[in-house]
């Protein structure tokens, strides 16, 4: 009687994604090639009638979009959306958005002190947790997509070359397996980083808080819930946490804004990293034979849970190393000009700083999605490391010094930098000295290969009547008549 039901439930829910004659040719294919209907109804699918029809919606849903990356990321904004509101997300009041317009406006004076570069000139704005992740969903998915449509497509693979059981039934009955499963794989990868978006909206203080450039144009952004969630029961007062918060997020915002190449590069290493992505298949296959794909959940947790066990290849070593390089190199910067631009004006600077570094060590939602997006593991002492190599240069070379290594990415600090800060500008001034030699031998090599033409020996460009001068006119001032 169980196996009946299972196969009833199994037959149902085809029928749905099939119709009646789609499902009964899925059910004898199931059989032809071995499968018993009710053990697979039976592994891991939903029993609960409510259940069932939900999964169904959502899967028809899914393979009405096909490959529709559009609705994928619809889905993954209605999921992150629900996240943020998870813990309750109350509006921006008046007052909120006028002490975020105030604090922004002071921290712009306050790092004009501290740093060359000019404010965004963006516009400020105080944010909701839902209103977050409408405005940085955007970049997320730029970020996020190229790895999951590489995902996706690892999905798709794995079950072309493992068509038997399931594999070699579903084409039997006019199903594209490997179709369905690179949209549920890229689908399932969208609402994944929408649920990471989610959560982190509930702890963000604004719009560059993990070092990427979220807001897709100038901008400084504040969410004051989490502002004031995150100053509740600190020893220092509500008003210098703000204040702290808001030059930080200034800081940031003058990097991104100024600094034209830093976007695409940290965006280009997520992108060489997905390009090179690699999956172990036989691994991979197995792992896929125990998920139900018309459970979205169940998908959901593998692809978070390492599935597809990446085998990195030295492109993705390098791409992994260069974003956290240039990420640890950012909040270092901007530690440190924070550091400098409030000092005079805030008593609890110093505790408020290293309460950052404690949370930023303790690991959070950022690292959880940097982690699951594309493996990247932060490493907070780097970002110490950053803060110590710009502070030397600093004092060495003054703000003018320090702040002109953003210039371009040649002279940009690289990650042997960062192994030891305070001998990068010993390893500068050596190789400027090595730089300058070499320029000057260039230059004596070219000087003495071009002076012959320069200055040529007049013998040895006489005219045709032998007068080095070519003066033709000096038999008419009394010289002796050629003729």
């Not at 009964?24 to 059989?31: P, S, T």
């Not at 004006?345 to 408020?352: D, F, G, I, K, N």
């Not at 260039?442 to 007068?467: F, N, V, W």
Request: aromatic content about 4%.
């Amino acid at each position: 009687m169980a196996d009946e039901n299972a196969r009833e439930q199994l037959r149902r829910m085809l029928e749905q994604l099939l119709g009646a004659e789609g499902a009964e040719e899925a059910m004898r294919a199931f059989e032809a090639s071995g499968i018993d209907p009710a053990q697979l109804a039976g592994a891991g699918m939903p029993t609960d009638p409510a259940q069932v029809q939900a999964a169904m919606a959502q899967m028809q849903q899914l393979m009405a979009s096909g490959n529709d990356s559009d609705s994928h990321w619809r889905m993954a904004k209605d999921v992150a959306r629900q996240a943020a509101h998870a813990s309750g997300d109350a509006s921006v009041s008046s007052a909120d958005a006028a002490r975020v317009r105030t604090a922004l406006s002071v921290a712009d004076l306050w790092l004009d002190a501290a740093t060359e570069l000019p404010p965004s000139g963006g516009k400020a704005v105080a944010a909701s947790r839902a209103e977050w992740v409408e405005r940085t969903l955007p970049t997320w998915r730029a970020v996020a997509e190229p790895v999951g449509t590489s995902v996706a497509e690892a999905l798709a693979t794995t079950i072309d070359a493992g068509q038997d059981g399931l594999g070699a039934a579903m084409p039997m009955a006019g199903i594209d397996l490997s179709g369905m499963m690179r949209t549920l794989g890229a689908a399932s990868f969208a609402m994944q980083v929408g649920q990471g978006a989610g959560t982190l909206a509930r702890e963000v203080f604004g719009g560059t808080d993990v070092g990427l450039p979220l807001l897709p144009e100038p901008g400084l952004l504040l969410v004051p819930a989490n502002v004031s969630a995150f100053a509740d029961g600190l020893d220092a007062p509500e008003e210098e946490v703000w204040h702290f918060l808001a030059v930080r997020e200034a800081a940031h915002a003058r990097l991104f804004t100024h600094v034209p190449w830093l976007r695409s590069h940290l965006f280009g290493a997520v992108e060489e990293y997905a390009r090179n992505i690699e999956i172990d298949l036989e691994q991979m296959e197995e792992a896929v034979r125990s998920i139900d794909p018309t459970d979205m959940q169940q998908l959901r947790d593998a692809l978070s849970g390492g599935i597809f066990s990446p085998q990195r290849t030295p492109a993705q070593e390098r791409a992994l190393l260069r974003l956290e390089t240039a990420l640890a190199l950012v909040e270092g910067w901007v530690e440190e000009v924070t550091a400098a631009a409030v000092a005079p004006h805030l008593p609890h600077a110093v505790p408020l700083r290293e309460m950052l570094r404690r949370r930023r060590a303790a690991g959070g939602p950022a690292e959880d999605t940097f982690r699951s997006l594309v493996g990247l593991e932060l490493r907070p002492r780097r970002a110490r490391d950053a803060a110590t190599l710009w502070g030397l240069v600093a004092r060495d070379q003054g703000v003018e010094g320090r702040d002109r290594l953003w210039s371009h990415p040649d002279v940009f600090p690289t990650d042997t930098d960062l192994d030891a800060p305070g001998e990068f500008l010993t390893k500068r001034a050596a190789e400027a000295i090595a730089d300058s030699e070499m320029d000057a031998a260039l230059a004596a090599m070219l000087d003495g290969e071009e002076r012959p033409e320069q200055s040529p020996p007049a013998q040895d460009h006489p005219d045709d009547s032998g007068d080095p001068d070519n003066r033709s006119d000096e038999g008419d001032e009394g010289g002796p008549d050629p003729r």
